[in-house]
C-alpha cells in the first residue's frame, strides 16, 4: 500500500491532459474529479469481497438509541456482541422487519440466553429485543472511499496499491478533456481496460490460502437455532 498527495496527482493529471499551461480547470476542480474517481475505484476494489477497507467500531449497550452508524460507514461487513459477563464473543444476526417482536415470545425469556439481532436503517443500526443484555457490539464494516482535503494542497490518501493511482488520474482527466469539450474516448476505454485490470489483480489477495465454506456455527450463538422463532 502506498499514500498519493493531491499536489502530485493534479501535476499527473494537468500533464496528462496536456493542462500545464491552462487555467480553463482549476485544482480545486481537478480536485473534485479526482476525489470522485477514487470513490469508483474503491466500489471496484470493496466489491471484490476481499477485505479492503476494513475497519471496526465498538459501543456498548443497552444505550442510548437510537445507535448511529459510523460517520465514515460504507458497506457492513458483520456484528458482535461480546457480554458484560466476559461471556464468549458471539456473531449477531440481522432480523427483518417482520421478525421485530419475536424476543416477546416467553421462550426466548425463559431460555436466559443473551440474544441480539440487529438491522441496518438509514444512518442507524436498529438492535433488538428492546431489553437489551448489557455487553459491548462491535461492527466490522467498510468505511467509505478516502477524499483529498480541498484545502490542503500537500493532502495524502493512503491504502492504494501502487498503479492503481491510474484510475482517479485517467477519471480525473476525462471529466476535464469533457468540460472543454475535447475528444474523451481515449480516456473512455482506458478507464474500462483498468476497471478489469484492477478487478482481476484485486479479487485475491491471499493467493497462498484456498476460500473455504463458512461454517456459519462457528463464533455464534450455540442455542441460538433453538428458540428461533421464524
Request: with cysteine.
Amino acid at each position: 500500500m502506498a499514500s498519493i498527495v493531491r499536489s502530485e496527482m493534479i501535476t499527473r493529471v494537468r500533464r496528462r491532459g496536456d493542462f500545464e499551461n491552462s487555467e480553463f480547470v482549476s485544482d480545486d476542480e481537478l480536485t473534485d474529479f479526482l476525489n470522485r474517481g477514487l470513490c469508483e475505484l474503491w466500489d471496484i476494489l470493496v466489491t471484490s469481497h476481499e477485505n479492503y477497507g476494513l475497519t471496526d467500531d465498538s459501543f456498548d449497550i443497552p444505550g442510548t438509541a437510537p445507535y448511529a452508524l459510523p460517520t465514515d460507514f460504507y458497506k457492513l461487513m458483520g456484528v458482535d456482541f461480546t457480554p458484560a459477563s466476559g461471556g464468549t464473543t458471539s456473531r449477531v444476526r440481522p432480523f427483518q422487519f417482520q421478525h421485530r417482536n419475536q424476543y416477546s415470545n416467553p421462550v426466548f425469556k425463559a431460555s436466559g440466553i443473551d440474544l441480539v439481532e440487529y438491522a441496518i436503517v438509514g444512518d442507524e443500526i436498529k438492535l433488538i429485543p428492546e431489553d437489551l443484555p448489557t455487553g459491548t457490539i462491535k461492527l466490522w464494516y467498510v468505511h467509505t472511499a478516502p477524499q483529498f482535503d480541498l484545502d490542503d494542497i500537500s493532502s495524502e490518501v493512503a491504502g492504494i496499491i501502487p498503479g492503481y493511482e491510474e484510475y482517479p488520474v485517467t477519471y480525473a482527466v476525462m471529466l476535464a478533456k469533457n468540460k472543454e469539450e475535447s475528444d474523451i474516448k481515449f480516456e473512455v476505454s482506458n478507464l474500462e481496460r483498468l476497471a478489469n485490470r484492477i478487478t482481476q489483480a484485486a479479487t485475491k489477495r491471499d493467493v497462498g490460502e484456498s476460500t473455504s465454506i463458512v461454517d456459519v456455527n462457528r463464533g455464534t450463538e450455540l442455542y441460538h437455532d433453538l428458540f428461533y422463532i421464524g
